[in-house]
């Protein structure tokens, strides 16, 4: 607010009126602009807050979906980490709709505009949005899919811009986290799901197969004169053999199969929704394939793998099914090894 001091005996004029404050626009400028930082400050804090309480990658998308819808209604929130392979969409929509938004998004991630673009789907009646928050370097960014007809508007984007870096922390914690969640999942010289989780799995699946009348079979694979491999070539050269079985078992299975080693040279395969009779005939080519490998110790024979095969039958406990799994095995081991006993 402007102040008007008269000096005495003097007129009103502008020679003789003493200005103190003579822009009062400023103040109201300036209040306006702490007040937008404050809802700004105000929004970011709500964000984090919300993002605070998710670990894993995909909650934390979720999240900050929900969070953005009311300052930027979008059909289709995607995130992209190329270093890792790892991705996350969330899509309001359902339907035959959602899979053609979803199919959208693989096309333009095949072929991403730069480190920043948007443009029109008009297949779709849409636009989108795309920020890489890793500019210059591998892809690792967001995609969004929204129903705006225009293209956005500067100050649009530069709120994109600075909330979508707001989640750069956020997602490193979040990428860090499924790594060490992983590895704790995980045998650590061969990459495939330990004894844990292998029983965990297990679980879930006969579970399933109770509920929906289905079937499940159940495989233990143990390497035959496995030993010998470790007596005469060392424990160096076990391990590289236990790589390489690993690798061509893993091959072999189906991505629904749960493939563990148990431990040593055990190994264990869980396949839901499958039939004794095929069951039986994906593990003989698994005994083709470790003896195709060709692995010898001198004196010794040839590196095979035993195995033991069943499947549930209604009402039969898992302790009751993993007992008759390991019973085949052992007569697969009488019987002269390198075969499946079912």
């Known amino acids: 607010m402007g102040i008007i001091v008269n000096l ?11 200005l103190l404050c003579s822009r009062p626009s400023n103040l109201v400028e300036e209040l306006d602009r702490y007040r937008r930082k404050t809802e700004e400050l105000a929004r970011i804090y709500d964000l984090h807050k919300r993002l605070s309480e998710k670990l ?6 979720d999240a900050f979906s929900i969070w953005l819808f009311p300052f930027f209604h979008h059909e289709l929130v995607s995130y992209h980490h190329a270093p890792s392979g790892r991705s996350h969409t969330v899509c309001s929509t359902h339907g035959p709709h959602r899979h053609e938004l979803i199919e959208a998004v693989g096309r333009i991630m095949a072929d991403p505009p730069g480190d920043q673009g948007q443009g029109a789907l008009p297949e779709l009646g849409m636009r989108y949005f795309f920020l890489n928050l890793n500019p210059g370097g591998a892809l690792e960014g967001f995609l969004l899919l929204h129903g705006e007809t225009r293209e956005m508007e500067e100050g649009m984007i530069i709120f994109l811009e600075e909330v979508m870096e707001e989640m750069t922390g956020p997602l490193e914690r979040a990428l860090t986290y499924e790594d060490l969640y992983d590895q704790a999942r995980r045998d650590a010289l061969t990459g495939l799901v330990n004894r844990r989780v292998f029983r965990e799995q297990l679980v879930q699946e006969l579970a399933k197969a109770q509920r929906y009348d289905l079937p499940l079979s159940l495989a233990s694979l143990d390497l035959d004169h496995f030993k010998a491999v470790n007596d005469q070539l060392g424990h160096g050269a076990g391990d590289a053999v236990l790589k390489r079985v690993s690798r061509v078992l893993s091959g072999m299975v189906r991505d629904s199969d749960i493939l563990a080693r148990i431990g040593g040279d055990e ?5 839901p929704n499958t039939e004794l009779e095929a069951a039986r005939h994906l593990l003989d080519r698994l005994c083709q394939a470790v003896g195709a490998l060709d692995i010898q110790a001198p004196g010794a024979q040839q590196l095979g793998v035993s195995i033991g095969l069943a499947c549930w039958v209604r009402d039969e406990s898992l302790d009751a099914l993993i007992e008759r799994v390991d ?10 090894r390198s075969q499946v006993s079912i």
Do not use: E, H
Request: aromatic share 6%.
């Open 8 to 18: 005495k005996n003097r007129p009103a004029t502008s020679q003789t009126q003493v």
């Open 56 to 61: 894993d990658l995909a909650s934390m998308v």
């Open 267 to 271: 190994f264990s395969l869980i396949l």
């Open 327 to 336: 019973a085949a095995l052992y007569r697969a081991k009488a019987a002269g």
